[in-house]
């Protein structure tokens, strides 16, 4: 192996917890045994009123026929473990998301069908299927429907009871994060929807992981710690989920329990106030790490979820909110709206979701998107995911042509960008945020990227400046959201327009750098990819060390 890999491999696994190293190698090792039969699956009934749950794009388009993520696939011709298909694709499979969508219960009919087949081609730890996350959603997703209306027969009964039996012996302990969080919710679902001695200690297994989890996953500030819009909202739906399941089952849980379900009820609000904060006005999620639509569930049909299960939001704040443990911010003034990445890029040992993307931001103007990231629309390992997790595909500064952290490999992150030097600044016409970062120091000159947020009445100022002595060429890029072109107005300057030439802003540039205007894509769901542009302005290594753009708007 190479000198320059190992120390790529040093920066990144230098931060994973030991857990993470001893339970993977137990987790590759160690094949547990296939859970026994089961004879009996006794369901408890509950004792009050279960919701409606946040309802997901449909995804069951025929008896077999499903499109997932943009894929359109048939389970009846191709089986349930296609070999052409990727990873997350096969994932998404088992996961039986429909049985929760939009107008599920026409489909009844489909989804009863669609569970035996998957019984009776699935059996026990073999395949995709029976890997710990998507069990976990499995098991949830069956029990949400059978409570929600649908009739699950007793042999998918006996199923879930061999399902989450095996879950318990393949808990995703050397990943922790969002996938031991679903593996702990599925074994609480399991544990109340099921009585007796099995049920009781799949209840209290999975009550003892989240009462670890949840204060660390969900932070002060209302966020879900790796700090992807996206995640965030599938993390508010389990919390939604749980209080929902708690409230059901309450005549179930001890003294003690009910304290704990309580304590993550009171988290919801702030949660519900950290996804509106990081969405747009058009009321989806801004691009930050991570993040696409289609995967969780519509903000409107979370925030629909909370006010049937009695939550109330906490009441948006305008003007400049930051959320000062995630590390995001928001400025909002008149029709302008911005939303800027301040954040780490996301826990230590776990930046799987991360992006490159440090002090990036997103813009609308009359409740339209026109600054935006490129988002994503692939996992795995490709040229195409390390593109969209770069600091090119997002809206921020580029130095010397490196990425801002050192992302690698689909999922991982060697060198990682420290934010520091956060002030706001708030006037009544006038708001300003101000922070830099480190992820250029290993450069010559040990080089910082300060960036400065103004927004005003009718304008935001973006000033950049580079804090150090090295001298290396850098370069800043906006990109546009779809619907938005930019063309050359004189004097250096750039008229962004809509439609037939509709004008909603002006850029102007303070220094001589080379302008462009790129072609490039934004990639709004999995399996999309939206031809957009992109403003780039590249400075050469005598440039000024600073460079202010201006955007200038009209009230609407």
């Known amino acids: 192996m190479k000198l320059s890999r190992i120390k790529l491999m040093w ?6 917890r030991p857990v993470q190293v001893y339970r993977r190698v137990v987790f590759k090792l160690v094949r547990p045994r296939v859970p026994f039969p089961a004879v009996e699956a006794k369901q408890r009934a509950p004792s009050d009123i279960w919701c409606t749950v946040a309802e997901r794009r449909q995804s069951l388009l025929g008896p077999t026929a499903v499109q997932i993520l943009n894929t359109d696939y048939d389970i009846g011709t191709g089986g349930w473990d296609a070999p052409a298909l990727a990873k997350l694709l096969q994932y998404n499979l088992h996961y039986f998301d429909d049985l929760n969508s939009q107008t599920a219960n026409d489909r009844r009919k489909w ?4 569970i035996a087949d998957w019984i009776a081609k699935n059996p026990p730890a073999r395949g995709s299927g029976w890997e710990p996350y998507p069990t976990s959603l499995r098991i949830t997703n069956w029990i949400k429907w059978t409570l929600s209306g649908g009739c699950l027969p007793l042999e998918a009964k006996l199923s879930l009871v061999v399902q989450t039996r095996w879950l318990t012996r393949r808990l995703e302990w050397h990943l922790l994060g969002n996938h031991l969080f679903v593996n702990a919710k599925a074994l609480v679902f399991s544990g109340l929807f099921f009585k007796g001695p099995e049920a009781q200690k799949w209840l209290a297994q999975g ?10 996953q969900i932070l002060p500030d209302g966020g879900q710690f790796e700090l992807s819009p996206m995640y965030h909202a599938l993390a508010l739906e389990d919390m939604l989920d749980l209080a929902n399941i708690a409230q059901a089952f309450d ?10 379900f309580s304590d993550w009820r009171a988290r919801i609000p702030a949660m519900l106030h950290w996804l509106e904060t990081l969405s747009h006005p058009d009321g989806r999620i801004a691009f930050f790490n991570d993040a696409s639509f289609g995967v969780a569930p519509e903000n409107s049909a979370l925030f629909d979820y909370a006010i049937r299960l009695k939550i109330p939001p906490t009441l948006a704040t305008r003007a400049l909110t930051y959320l000062p443990n995630s590390g995001y911010a928001r400025l909002e003034l008149g029709t302008g709206v911005v939303m800027a990445d301040i954040a780490p890029v996301g826990p230590d040992y776990l930046p799987a979701h991360a992006h490159a993307d440090t002090l990036s931001f997103e813009m609308s103007l009359n409740k339209s998107r026109v600054i935006v990231n490129s988002g994503i629309s692939v996992y795995g390992i490709s040229a195409e995911r390390h593109r969209q997790r770069g600091t090119r595909a997002h809206s921020t500064l580029c130095l010397a042509n490196e990425n801002s952290s050192e992302v690698w490999g689909g999922f991982r992150v060697g060198r990682r960008a420290r934010v520091s030097s956060v002030l706001e600044e708030r006037k009544p016409n006038a708001l300003k945020l101000t922070a830099q970062h480190d992820g250029y120091c290993h450069l010559p000159g040990r080089p910082r990227h300060r960036r400065t947020w103004c927004l005003e009445d009718r304008k935001l100022i973006v000033e950049d400046e580079i804090i150090g002595t090295g001298l290396q060429p850098c370069e800043i890029r906006f990109h546009l959201a779809p619907e938005v072109r930019a063309e050359a107005s004189g004097q250096g300057a750039l008229l962004l327009s809509v439609g037939k030439g509709d004008h909603i802003a002006q850029v102007s540039f303070s220094s001589k750098g080379t302008l462009n205007i790129e072609k490039s894509t934004w990639h709004p769901e999995f399996g999309k990819a939206v031809p957009n542009q992109c403003i780039s302005i590249r400075l050469a290594e005598n440039a000024p060390l600073s460079h202010v753009t201006t955007f200038e708007w009209s009230e609407k």
């Not at 989804?111 to 669609?114: E, G, K, Q, V």
């Not at 009550?207 to 660390?216: F, H, M, S, Y």
């Open 207 to 216: 009550l003892k992981i989240l009462a670890r989890e949840v204060p660390e």
């Open 11 to 16: 920066r990144t696994v230098r931060h994973l």
């Open 251 to 260: 005549g179930a849980l001890t003294p003690e329990q009910k304290v704990l």
């Open 111 to 114: 989804h009863h069908d669609l």
